[in-house]
């Protein structure tokens, strides 16, 4: 069975200040990992994706991940944060052999303050 | 711009209703899904279809109702809601089931039920 744990449920953030939402997962098999991000009143977008190679993956808005395997973490970083980064956040998991199902953790709030 | 289309936007039903949701895609993709989202809550996974078969039911009450027309139309029958029901229903689509593969969602439909 997979699952993931997304450890901070908010995360409060000044302008310009850089970011880090924490992601640890588990599974007994090989894994791809994804981050979405959901807009108020919108879907959920891709931010990035690991699916296997370099480790540190960059994504779109400027948004990067390590995946480390030894510590199962997939956490997502920024530099430097706008106000339009305020969104929810989703660490998400899959295997090949998952017929496609997709295991989400709970979601960060990100809220950056001016 | 999303490339996956679901419609309508929002929907209030009573109980006693019959409705549809719809979602249209045309990327070419080989797999649809049925996501249902309450509020502040990560995306729960309802249906997958895969080549327009059924291949994925997360034991969902029979009042909701899934239906793959063709490769790029994907369906939700609505039938004898509940009030706790009422959520944001996103559909998504990716190439295929493999896992490596990305999902696209729509911005999905708002469900009032009353």
């Known amino acids: 069975a997979q699952s993931v744990t997304q450890l901070d449920s908010q995360v409060p953030v000044f302008e310009e200040a850089p970011v880090e939402l924490r992601c640890n997962y588990s599974s007994s098999v090989s894994v791809y990992l994804f981050w979405y991000v959901q807009y108020p009143n919108q879907g959920l977008q891709l931010l990035l994706k690991?699916?296997?190679?370099?480790?540190l993956v960059k994504g779109i808005n400027g948004f990067e991940a390590e995946f480390n395997k030894s510590q199962t973490s997939f956490h997502l970083r920024k530099p430097s944060v706008h106000i339009s980064d305020t969104a929810e956040y989703f660490c998400?998991?899959?295997?090949?052999?998952?017929?496609?199902?997709?295991?989400f953790g709970q979601g960060t709030e990100l809220s950056v303050k001016p | 711009d999303t490339e996956v289309t679901q419609t309508p936007k929002h929907l209030v039903m009573g109980m006693t209703n019959k409705k549809s949701l719809k979602c249209e895609q045309h990327?070419?993709?080989?797999?649809m899904y049925w996501y249902k989202q309450k509020a502040k809550k990560p995306p729960e996974l309802m249906f997958v279809?895969?080549?327009?078969?059924?291949?994925i039911n997360e034991s969902v009450p029979s009042r909701f109702s899934p239906e793959c027309p063709n490769s790029s139309l994907l369906n939700l029958h609505l039938h004898a809601l509940q009030p706790e029901d009422s959520a944001l229903y996103l559909c998504?689509?990716?190439?295929?089931?493999?896992?490596?593969?990305?999902?696209?969602f729509g911005n999905g439909t708002r469900l009032t039920v009353t």
């Open positions: 998504a689509s990716s190439q295929a089931t493999d896992g490596n593969s990305p999902l696209h």
């Open positions: 990327m070419g993709h080989r797999a």
């Open positions: 279809y895969s080549y327009e078969k059924l291949s």
């Open positions: 690991y699916l296997s190679g370099s480790t």
């Open positions: 998400a998991v899959t295997g090949y052999n998952q017929g496609g199902k997709l295991i």
